[in-house]
């Protein structure tokens, strides 16, 4: 009986979570990981709070926020650099296995009555360290663990776990203090945490590869530049990094009035961390009931905007309430308006709050404000506190003072807040309808709430402007706009029937299931994959046996979307891509392939295969992607490309870049290789370091770094510019330009591009002055040898005309391109007037070191570079021939190389005899050879 209501009640859960085959124990064992740690932190947290206040005292509770700010502020910094040097398993292991010795130390200590002042404040501060570790590591944790797919789906049945841990400590502290006194409790937390350190093992052990490491990698890729310019430049951010911060500052006065009034009423420690755990617990249930039962209807009918205000006002209420009623009771209250409130209404309205920002700069600014600006409100909250309590010395009242009176600065920024999150959609979806057919009808949410805005675009918006909606509808799991996603399922375009298949992907309920079954023989093939994931998602009864029937229909395109779609589901779930075979399904596929005649159904079969084992990452049968790049086709050809891609296989990736030489499959190739994220960027730099890629392969690279927001796409097109070929070095500065443009949050090191800029000069000097030389003595050469410095000739010309607008590309990125660009086109064009108003305007924005090196060499541009006048105002001094030939054989221009030996072999001069010999050293098989034939003329 028993086994038959367990299964019966695993049953239900699968249903109501969708728990895919292979999901049950990674989702058991998260959730009693993150269960173990939040239960260890709700007994460790009222057990310090209480010895605090009872030997300690009310009075250092503002010195003590004060210290936790500095210490946590400085332990951030540390561990950031940790998680650049070593790996996550150990950093988790190190914080494990200094924690639980940490804790039983501290009840030992306890219990030999050792402990001081001092151990309370280690201890306190300790406590405060391991929540902001431990839960940090933990999300880290389920991003390895669960790929995006499936925390979409599982992380809120993960995240009961931390509901459970949260009501379970405090409720056994409330319990068992009065029993076991608090330095018991401490051994107790500390069982519980070993427990979760072994939990840890099994799930790094079972379910972290190589593949997932490699993808949260990419994903942390995406960082630009330093968060608090990333906020610093949106006014957006600045605000809502405002609103969390006052926030933190009132619960911390609220938090200091709640423990005065708990100190004041229970003296003894272990009662006092009782009644803390006992309340604690209390705020996490009251708060689970407002999430689950008012939150989605208040943000629902009264909108982002006055769900804002619902937190400040119930603060406002209960902080006028404790000023006129300084009792235990009304503190509660206030506590729990504020632990409950903002872990509710206030969360999920903040949560939408930022979804106008692109998810990159939305992820790191929101990582920053988490930590950054917690820890630094909790230390402004320390500085008002001891202000007012230690310094002025005013009674508990004056705190209620000092939150209404913050309470209204709140207010004020949560209405510009509102302002502004109108005005980022309403900016977004001007963009997004840019360059589409104006006849199309404009959304504007100038006059209509942001939600009535949204509905317009998904009736009447353009393509790029539903893309971008449906991409936030996604993000948001935004329920209330599905009834106006459904018409999008049958839209003309195949961009946007896959957005509307992800969005309704989540949609919680399944009676839409019949609309995805057409969409199962859409003419694309990404459309149909789609519509088969969805049909996964929403078939909750009997998901086995519908999967069956449908990699069993007899119509191709059907049974191959279902085959591309579970590919793609199970991509890193080998139980569940064991569970239905899917190795051997593409293998029967490829054997049923030989036996087709039909050249659109072998066509269709070939594509279906190669998708299945892209999308599922099946490496037995990576082998018949090789063979399939071979076939005659190149629709196929260019599948085989976006698999690889997909697969984000590193061999793989010398094979994409070669494809990135042929014309017709360039787009295909750059498309798979971007997939791959800032981990290309490695594989790209040793391309540029070997000799046998040859240049116009070298000249695409850049052109796949300015597609990856991240900063090391930034530093990779930096020492790309360093190059020693023209057209490389051109366009890595182009791609720059590019970097920039599309993603301005990434920063741009000034210093490097001074640097760069400086660096060019010299070069445009040096070059300069070798062709001053060289326009010299071709007056007194013969016909042969003038034919020959004359091709030199020419191309140091061109390395002036390159490295003059290089120059100018630097400018752009040091200052804005649209002041710089009119000023290359002046001096570039033929009008004195133009070309001497742009040398005047960069006189007045170039600031004076740069101007004491420009200046003259744009002016010299001016005139005739070659002529004395040019010479004279660059201070140059001609160099002779010989040291000509010495300065260029040495640089990296190979075409310049070989014109140098080209005047030295028509000058037949002896004296060039070392230099001919120096270069039959050279790894150029060419200058090798044209250096062997120099000497053998000498002779």
């Not at 790996?87 to 988790?92: D, G």
């Not at 106008?356 to 990582?367: G, N």
């Not at 009808?441 to 009447?460: N, Q």
């Not at 030295?904 to 001919?916: I, L, T, V, W």
């Amino acid at each position: 009986m028993l086994p038959r209501l367990a299964e019966s009640g695993l049953e239900l859960l699968r249903r109501t979570f969708d728990i895919r085959p292979g999901e049950m124990r990674r989702v058991s064992l998260m959730g009693a990981n993150i269960f173990l740690i939040i239960s260890t932190l709700m007994i460790i947290k009222p057990v310090i709070n209480a010895l605090f206040l009872s030997y300690v005292g009310v009075k250092s509770l503002p010195s003590l926020f004060l210290l936790v700010a500095t210490v946590a502020m400085g332990v951030s910094v540390l561990y950031a650099r940790a998680l650049n040097r070593l790996s996550l398993h150990k950093i988790i292991l190190r914080t494990y296995q200094i924690s639980i010795p940490a804790m039983i130390l501290t009840g030992v200590l306890l219990h030999l009555g050792l402990a001081g002042k001092w151990v309370i404040y280690v201890f306190y501060i300790g406590e405060v360290i391991f929540a902001l570790l431990t839960t940090s590591q933990f999300w880290i944790l389920a991003n390895l663990v669960f790929n995006p797919l499936e925390a979409k789906r599982l992380f809120s049945l993960v995240g009961a776990g931390a509901i459970a841990g949260g009501v379970m400590g405090g409720y056994l502290t409330s319990v068992f203090a009065p029993i076991l006194s608090n330095e018991n409790l401490l051994f107790m937390a500390a069982a519980l945490l070993a427990g979760g350190f072994f939990v840890n093992r099994t799930i790094w052990r079972d379910y972290i590869t190589p593949e997932q490491i490699s993808s949260s990698q990419k994903e942390k890729g995406q960082l630009q530049g330093h968060p608090l310019k990333v906020i610093r430049n949106s006014r957006h951010l600045t605000l809502l990094a405002l609103i969390v911060g006052i926030g933190i500052v009132i619960a911390k006065l609220v938090e200091y009035q709640y423990s005065a009034l708990a100190s004041a009423a229970i003296p003894d420690a272990d009662n006092l961390a009782a009644f803390l755990g006992f309340w604690f617990s209390t705020f996490n249930i009251v708060s689970l009931i407002i999430q689950v039962f008012i939150t989605r209807r208040v943000v629902g009918i009264y909108g982002v905007g006055k769900s804002l205000f619902v937190l400040p006002i119930a603060l406002f209420g209960g902080a006028t309430l404790l000023l006129i009623l300084p009792v235990l009771w009304v503190g509660i209250l206030l506590k729990l308006f504020d632990v409950s409130l903002k872990q509710s209404i206030n969360k999920a309205a903040v949560e939408l709050l930022i979804l106008p920002i692109p998810l990159a700069t939305k992820s790191q600014a929101k990582t920053f404000i988490d930590v950054f600006v917690d820890t630094a409100a909790t230390g402004v909250g320390g500085i008002l506190l001891l202000f007012l309590i230690n310094v002025l010395d005013l009674p508990l009242r004056a705190v209620s003072l000092l939150i209404i009176a913050l309470i209204g600065i709140w207010i004020w920024f949560a209405m510009e807040i509102r302002k502004e999150y109108i005005r980022s959609f309403q900016e977004n979806l001007k963009t997004s309808s840019e360059d589409e057919d104006a006849k199309r009808p404009k959304t504007s949410l100038s006059d209509v709430s942001v939600l009535e805005g949204m509905r317009g675009v998904l009736k009447t918006g353009s393509d790029r402007q539903l893309l971008y909606v449906l991409g936030k509808i996604e993000e948001s799991k935004e329920t209330r706009l599905i009834p106006d996603t459904l018409p999008l399922l049958d839209h003309e375009s195949a961009a946007v029937r896959v957005a509307a298949l992800k969005c309704l992907y989540f949609h919680p309920q399944h009676d839409i299931l019949p609309r995805f079954t057409p969409l199962l023989q859409d003419i694309d093939a990404e459309v149909r994959a789609h519509a088969f994931t969805a049909i996964l998602s929403h078939s909750r009864r009997d998901r086995v046996n519908v999967i069956h029937q449908y990699l069993q229909d007899a119509d191709p395109m059907i049974n191959g979307a279902a085959l591309v779609g579970l590919a793609k589901e199970s991509r890193n779930n080998a139980e569940m891509q064991r569970l239905f075979q899917i190795e051997e399904l593409v293998m029967d596929k490829i054997h049923y392939l030989g036996l087709l005649k039909d050249e659109d159904t072998r066509r269709l079969y070939k594509i279906m295969i190669i998708r299945a084992i892209g999308h599922g990452r099946i490496r037995h049968h990576y082998s018949m992607l090789d063979r399939f790049l071979q076939d005659e086709e190149l629709t196929v050809r260019k599948e085989v490309l976006l698999a690889m891609g997909d697969a984000e296989e590193s061999s793989f990736i010398p094979v994409l870049s070669e494809h990135l030489l042929a014309k017709e499959t360039r787009d295909a190739a750059k498309q798979a290789l971007v997939l791959y994220g800032p981990s290309l960027l490695p594989h790209l730099e040793a391309f540029a370091s070997l000799s046998i890629y040859p240049s116009e392969l070298l000249r695409l690279l850049p052109s796949l770094a300015e597609r990856i927001q991240s900063p090391q796409s930034v530093d990779y097109l930096f020492a790309m510019i360093r190059h020693p070929d023209v057209g490389v070095r051109l366009a890595a500065l182009q791609s720059l330009h590019t970097l920039k443009g599309n993603y301005p949050d990434l920063h741009i090191s000034e210093k490097e591009t001074i640097k760069l800029i400086i660096h060019e000069a010299h070069l445009y000097k040096d070059t300069l002055g070798h062709l001053y030389t060289q326009k010299r003595l071709e007056e007194n050469d013969d016909l042969p040898a003038q034919e020959a410095r004359q091709s030199l000739t020419y191309l140091l010309e061109r390395r002036l005309d390159g490295t003059l607008e290089r120059i100018f590309q630097l400018l752009g990125l040091r200052y804005s391109p649209g002041q710089i660009n009119p000023v290359y086109e002046g001096i570039k064009g033929k009008n004195p007037d133009i070309r001497f108003n742009a040398v005047e305007f960069l006189d007045n924005i170039l600031e004076p070191d740069l101007k004491k090196i420009l200046i003259p060499i744009v002016e010299s541009a001016l005139i005739d570079p070659t002529s004395d006048a040019a010479i004279n105002r660059l201070n140059l001094k001609a160099p002779s021939e010989a040291e000509c030939f010495d300065h260029l054989l040495k640089g990296r221009d190979e075409k310049i190389k070989m014109a140098v030996i080209r005047v030295m072999n028509e000058s037949g001069d002896a004296a060039h005899r070392p230099r001919f010999e120096s270069l039959l050293n050279s790894p150029n098989q060419k200058i090798k050879k044209a250096a062997q034939e120099g000497l053998d003329l000498l002779f």
